[in-house]
């Protein structure tokens, strides 16, 4: 019997685990379920005989592919896979996939929430802004970026992106501007909501002279990776301009340093949450089941990263 071990140290939503299981069931597949561990130990412990990972932040490094003998294939229940080390992957051959798409809505609704909390000076009872006649820059339109674009809509924003992969025509057809370089788009836009991945190139990208462009009003909302930010020129935008905020989903490493100077330009959630909703949870869970079935069955590698 094939055994799926689901290492989740942030935990799915019940109903999630639910799902998985009976995608398991159905295919007489063992569930494992290792939840809110606290220590490296136990998921290397835990991943001694599994013939499949599910995770989701959790990191995937070489010791734990090196650890885990019987690992066919790994799935990052979400689309940001830079907790996977595919090098290590590869050479174990082991299958690594992401479940791209899954999640995305719950994203882009945090990052739409995030936008309204702080331009309303995060509820504080002063008048703030709206939303409307606003121009927001996507940063990559890929799932997140699409449905953020589809909600800034819905709020009267104008709408800009850029993204060199994605084909201009879909771009435009959904009733957004293209732009030509990252310069313009921040240059144009009040607000910017990042949805690029964390690699080697994207890492400290988002610097002073990019967000330094962006007009009166600056408002940044990173639902992707705190790893994409230049934090050290983060702070020398928030010194220089008192005009820029910045919004994200899990907090910077300067969080106490911008908390002590900066009051009310800022919100951090206390834990990545973009993804914690029940809906997000089943959809990315019961998709990472069927991948593992799938693959192990069928050789299916659709989803496949490395
Ligand atoms: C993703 O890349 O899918 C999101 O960042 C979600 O991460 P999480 O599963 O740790 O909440």
Not at 119 to 138: C, F, M, Q, S
Not at 171 to 198: A, F, R
């Amino acid at each position: 019997m094939k055994k799926v071990l689901v290492a989740t140290e942030k935990p799915f939503a019940p109903a999630a685990v639910d799902q998985i299981k009976e995608v398991l069931d159905k295919a007489n597949y063992d569930l494992v379920l290792l939840e809110k561990y606290t220590d490296k130990a136990e998921l290397l412990k835990a991943v001694e005989d599994v013939d499949a990972l599910i995770v989701r932040s959790d990191k995937v490094t070489k010791e734990v592919v090196d650890a885990a003998k019987n690992l066919k294939i790994v799935v990052r229940a979400g689309a940001g896979y830079d907790n996977l080390d595919l090098e290590a992957c590869t050479a174990n051959n082991v299958v690594a996939m992401n479940t791209p798409g899954q999640n995305s809505n719950a994203v882009a609704e945090l990052a739409l929430g995030m936008m309204v909390m702080i331009a309303r000076g995060n509820y504080n009872g002063k008048a703030g802004t709206e939303l409307k006649g606003k121009k927001i820059g996507i940063h990559a339109y890929g799932n997140v970026g699409q449905l953020v674009a589809k909600i800034a809509k819905g709020f009267g924003m104008e709408v800009y992106a850029f993204d060199p992969f994605v084909d201009a025509e879909k771009v435009e057809k959904d009733g957004v501007i293209q732009v030509n370089s990252v310069e313009e788009l921040y240059s144009t836009c009040q607000y910017i909501s990042l949805h690029i991945p964390s690699n080697e190139k994207t890492k400290k990208s988002i610097d002073f002279d990019l967000l330094n462009k962006m007009p009166k009003g600056a408002t940044l909302v990173n639902t992707a990776r705190k790893e994409v930010i230049n934090e050290e020129e983060l702070l020398n935008v928030f010194a220089e301009r008192e005009d820029f905020r910045y919004v994200s989903d899990i907090a910077p490493d300067c969080k106490d340093e911008i908390a002590e100077k900066y009051e009310g330009r800022f919100f951090f959630t206390p834990k990545k949450m973009g993804a914690q909703t029940a809906e997000a949870n089943i959809n990315a869970g019961e998709a990472a089941a069927n991948q593992i079935v799938d693959f192990i069955e069928n050789g299916n590698t659709t989803f496949k990263v490395n």
